[in-house]
């Protein structure tokens, strides 16, 4: 195996193919957010004077000139202590700057990376930064086979290149259905929490029902369409009662386009 990749099987015995991150990409990831960071850091400084000096020509017994940088120190430190946290468990172990890369961060198993493993790595990130302009976390990056960083290793976390959808040329069946029938993945909404829920299980699920959509006759399909309803609707916090099977079927569509940029990549 090429020590730039790594190779993942899933509980599912499924063998997935990473391409490891390394520092020159972290490294641009890491100062687009720090950039991002300062700019917001003298916008709100700048503010604060701009406040300040408002409140300078008013009476002394009308103002507390403690209060806006009491805010202002409070924003800056819940903005630049949780940014890192915040947007790797939200956007899905993407920051601005890893987006901009193409870069992610996930759990060892090729799994989302979870709310305490985001906590954790960032929690490190201080000793990472140690001594200085993050030496420790730099050498770490360097020497590691898999190129990780204290946080990292604790955490149980890896950071890999984002892989591409798979995009033809010409539309499969599948896709000349979805694409007659009007449909794409912004028609079903489910919040970050519940999508975290579904794995490479009910990916397997949903892919093997579009696969199988245009090859059994029509009284079947039905049958299946009913019964994957059954199973994933639920998770999913859907009602299944009262809607049609066409419903259902564009529903297990809508989700298969939603899952498909998440579980359908190649390198």
Do not use: C
């Amino acid at each position: 195996m090429n020590e730039d990749h790594l190779d993942i099987k899933t509980p599912e015995y499924v063998s997935i193919q990473f391409q490891l991150a390394g520092l020159g990409s972290r490294a641009a990831a890491f100062i687009i957010d720090q950039l991002l960071l300062t700019v917001f850091n003298i916008l709100t400084l700048v503010a604060l004077y701009f406040v300040m000096d408002g409140m300078s020509s008013m009476p002394f017994f009308l103002t507390d000139s403690m209060l806006p940088v009491a805010i202002t120190i409070i924003i800056l430190f819940i903005v630049n202590g949780g940014y890192f946290f915040a947007f790797e468990f939200f956007s899905g172990g993407r920051t601005l700057g890893k987006k901009v890369v193409g870069i992610r961060v996930i759990q060892e198993n090729g799994h989302s990376i979870t709310l305490l493993s985001s906590f954790i790595r960032n929690l490190i990130r201080i000793i990472d930064s140690l001594p200085t302009a993050y030496f420790l976390g730099i050498l770490m990056i360097f020497f590691h086979s898999k190129h990780k960083r204290l946080g990292d290793l604790v955490a149980g976390t890896i950071v890999v290149h984002e892989r591409k959808a798979k995009r033809k040329k010409k539309l499969t069946p599948i896709e000349k259905e979805i694409e007659n029938r009007g449909l794409s993945k912004d028609d079903l909404f489910i919040d970050e929490w519940t999508l975290k829920s579904v794995g490479m299980k009910e990916w397997k699920l949903i892919s093997t029902y579009v696969s199988r959509f245009h090859q059994v006759p029509l009284e079947e399909r039905n049958q299946l369409t009913k019964q994957m309803a059954e199973i994933l609707f639920p998770k999913l916090g859907m009602e299944i009662q009262g809607k049609s099977e066409s419903e259902m079927e564009d529903t297990l569509l809508s989700l298969y386009l939603l899952l498909r940029d998440e579980w359908e990549f190649e390198l």
